[in-house]
């Protein structure tokens, strides 16, 4: 009598504990979802591949036409490649200084290509550009520009974000930060073997970055 007593005891403990454990289960699954199998999970991606300085310069970027263009085909020009977003406040105090040094120094063999960062609107970076007269080439960058940069010796820490390369495509300045004047058409003219510009008695405007997102 008392094994049977047991033995109704035990089964009636396990359909509580079935009972209870699919009580418990159903409240942690969203109602009438099913439980997601692996498959469902989402991915992880791995981190991207890095590049070779030779592999950044050939990296495909469309401009605001959706024209394809590499910095490789500059090769032979003086490069001065500025990453910036129309967000970032420095960025935009130094367009006006890059397009003057496009329009002062194109004869001598200057390029200088902005590569649009982070932006969430490509028609922002084109009204931008319109209104701000830009004079030289704009591409695209969503999520390469710190493989670009890493490539080339850079660490990208904030935008604005400058690199001048000489006419066989050898880096010769990074710049994190915003340019100033002088300190910009100095960088170029070295760059074109020019002579140095003249001194100026304007006293350095301390280097400004907007840190990227």
């Not at 009438?32 to 495909?60: F, I, R």
């Not at 340019?179 to 140095?196: D, I, K, T, Y």
Request: one cysteine or more.
């Amino acid at each position: 009598m008392k094994h049977v007593q047991a033995t109704g005891l035990v089964i009636a403990i396990l359909i509580a504990a079935t009972a209870a454990g699919f009580g418990v289960y159903e409240w942690l699954q969203p109602t009438g979802m099913p439980p997601a199998s692996p498959a469902a999970m989402p991915a992880v991606h791995a981190p991207a591949p890095m590049l070779s300085a030779a592999q950044a310069m050939n990296l495909p970027l469309d401009d605001l036409d959706d024209n394809t263009h590499k910095l490789a085909d500059w090769h032979g020009k003086v490069l001065l490649v500025n990453f910036w977003a129309t967000w970032c406040p420095p960025c935009r105090e130094e367009i006006p200084l890059l397009v003057k040094l496009q329009a002062q120094y194109a004869a001598q063999g200057l390029q200088i290509v902005g590569i649009a960062t982070d932006e969430q609107s490509e028609e922002d970076v084109r009204k931008f550009v319109h209104t701000m007269v830009v004079n030289y080439p704009i591409l695209m960058s969503h999520d390469q520009t710190p493989q670009i940069i890493a490539a080339l010796g850079g660490n990208f820490i904030g935008l604005p974000y400058t690199i001048l390369l000489d006419r066989q495509g050898r880096v010769l300045k990074i710049h994190p930060g915003e340019l100033q004047p002088h300190e910009a058409e100095s960088l170029v003219r070295m760059a074109l073997h020019l002579p140095a510009p003249a001194p100026t008695s304007a006293t350095a405007t301390p280097v400004a970055v907007t840190q990227a997102k």
